[in-house]
């Protein structure tokens, strides 16, 4: 089993550009989760996921939107990046049974100049 | 608001010392209390707690939860170099169902010297 895996690693984008981060995990969890964590700040929830075809805003939603359109994926895309965007993004699932405890992903690190 | 507290945000011992890392919370809809260690790269889960004054450990590491005193400490005996990491405590907070989110600390960076 890969676990959670991230794409790309490392990414730098120009204010005002879009891109996708894809998260892939190949545990069958129902439960997808993406946190930022920026330095100081601990790790704050973007949006989630109960399953496919279901999303939900986390605490910083703002400048984010999220598809799930298979179970297995969970995807995190920004319509037009900002500086403030610049952050390490990281990617979490569990089982639906597994109360509380979340397996985390590589993480995406991106810079917006 | 929900919020988790940790401290000292940062600690610095020499190799043998035992440290204690501190969590305190303030969570409506309490469901479990996670410890994990992230080493530069993704967060690796150590423990979970969801009964009050019962100790988790492994090997070196142990932890327990006061739910009256709404507080957490991980313990690190005996500190080795590898034991150099931010530790995170979350807290997991149900919103209905089965579902819960977790609210992370700010983290306490451990450097453990030679």
């Known amino acids: 089993n890969a676990g959670v895996t991230q794409t790309p690693k490392f990414r730098v984008l120009k204010t005002g550009q879009s891109m996708t981060l894809l998260c892939a995990q190949d545990?069958?969890?129902?439960?997808m989760y993406w946190y930022r964590q920026d330095p100081g700040m601990g790790l704050r929830l973007i949006h989630y996921?109960?399953?496919?075809?279901?999303?939900a805003k986390g605490e910083v939603p703002d400048g984010y939107n999220v598809s799930r359109l298979k179970k297995q994926n969970f995807l995190l895309g920004l319509e037009s990046a900002a500086p403030s965007q610049t952050s390490v993004y990281f990617c979490?699932?569990?089982?639906?049974?597994?109360?509380?405890?979340?397996?985390f992903g590589p993480g995406t690190r991106l810079t917006v100049t | 608001e929900d919020k988790v507290v940790q401290s000292p945000l940062s600690l610095v011992v020499h190799e043998g010392d035992t440290v204690t890392l501190n969590c305190s919370y303030e969570?409506?809809?309490?469901?479990?209390l996670l410890w994990y260690k992230q080493e530069k790269k993704a967060p690796t889960f150590l423990f979970m707690l969801?009964?009050?004054?019962i100790e988790k450990k492994s090997g070196r590491l142990s932890s327990i939860l006061d739910k009256k005193e709404l507080f957490s400490i991980l313990n690190i005996t005996a500190t080795q170099t590898g034991d150099s990491a931010v530790y995170l405590c979350?807290?997991?907070?149900?919103?209905?169902?089965?579902?819960?989110?977790?609210?992370f600390g700010k983290g306490t960076k451990l450097s453990v010297k030679p």
């Open positions: 979490a699932s569990r089982r639906t049974s597994d109360v509380g405890r979340q397996y």
């Open positions: 996921s109960v399953g496919e075809g279901t999303t």
């Open positions: 969801t009964s009050s004054g």
């Open positions: 545990m069958n969890h129902e439960y």
């Open positions: 979350a807290v997991e907070a149900v919103y209905g169902g089965s579902q819960g989110n977790l609210i």
């Open positions: 969570v409506t809809n309490f469901r479990s």
